[in-house]
T-cell receptor
Framework: AQTVTQSQPEMSVQEAETVTLSCTYDTSENNYYLFWYKQPPSRQMILVIRQEAYKQQNATENRFSVNFQKAAKSFSLKISDSQLGDTAMYFCAFAPTGANSKLTFGKGITLSVRP | GAGVSQTPSNKVTEKGKYVELRCDPISGHTALYWYRQSLGQGPEFLIYFQGTGAADDSGLPNDRFFAVRPEGSVSTLKIQRTERGDSAVYLC?????????????FGQGTRLTVV
């Protein structure tokens, strides 16, 4: 079984600053994916960024980047140049590769961007 | 449709009643997932459909919960004898390729409140 842990319940950042959200996970799988999802008040889960475990290079999507440390089972999200629209819940998630794969989510973190 | 559609958006029901929650996936998506998100928690897996059949229903909490997808498109999550503990947001997601939650698109969920 997989577990995903997000130990910070909430964070706050000034607009235009950089913030890092932490996530650790536990698994015996060797091949898997890791994700960060954003959930605004509309409730829809929006994929922010995805990392494949076999890739050593950290994924980057515009202002969003990850620090993937496979040996430490750590997967943090860095948001640069924070914008007011980044205010939302953020969830770290894990999915093994293979048939019938499904997502396992952490508890989430509430991020507030201050003007 | 353009995205995953879930109806109703909100549902209030009395304890002991029966409810049905509907999910319209993206056209052509063969895989469909149901998740439950309790207050302050991340989504938890309930059931996964590949086409018309439930490939994995290991997340259904008890026999009061049942889901169908008779024509491989629309899915209905059915809850009998609802309890206050069933109050949560029920999220549906679909993906084009079975076993690839990495490509899943989520709906906006149904918020179920049992009073």
């Amino acid at each position: 079984a997989q577990t995903v842990t997000q130990s910070q319940p909430e964070m706050s950042v000034q607009e235009a600053e950089t913030v890092t959200l932490s996530c650790t996970y536990d698994t015996s799988e060797n091949n898997y994916y890791l994700f960060w999802y954003k959930q605004p008040p509309s409730r829809q889960m929006i994929l922010v960024i995805r990392q494949e475990a076999y890739k050593q290079q950290n994924a980057t999507e515009n202002r969003f980047s990850v620090n993937f440390q496979k040996a430490a089972k750590s997967f943090s999200l860095k948001i640069s140049d924070s914008q007011l629209g980044d205010t939302a819940m953020y969830f770290c998630a894990f999915a093994p590769t293979g048939a019938n794969s499904k997502l396992t989510f952490g508890k989430g973190i509430t991020l507030s961007v201050r003007p | 449709g353009a995205g995953v559609s879930q109806t109703p958006s909100n549902k209030v029901t009395e304890k002991g009643k029966y409810v049905e929650l509907r999910c319209d996936p993206i056209s052509g998506h063969t895989a469909l997932y149901w998740y439950r998100q309790s207050l302050g928690q991340g989504p938890e897996f309930l059931i996964y459909f590949q086409g018309t059949g439930a490939a994995d229903d290991s997340g259904l909490p008890n026999d009061r919960f049942f889901a169908v997808r008779p024509e491989g498109s629309v899915s209905t999550l059915k809850i009998q004898r609802t309890e206050r503990g069933d109050s949560a947001v029920y999220l549906c997601a679909s993906s084009l390729r079975p076993g690839h939650p990495t490509e899943a698109f989520f709906g906006q969920g149904t918020r179920l409140t049992v009073v």
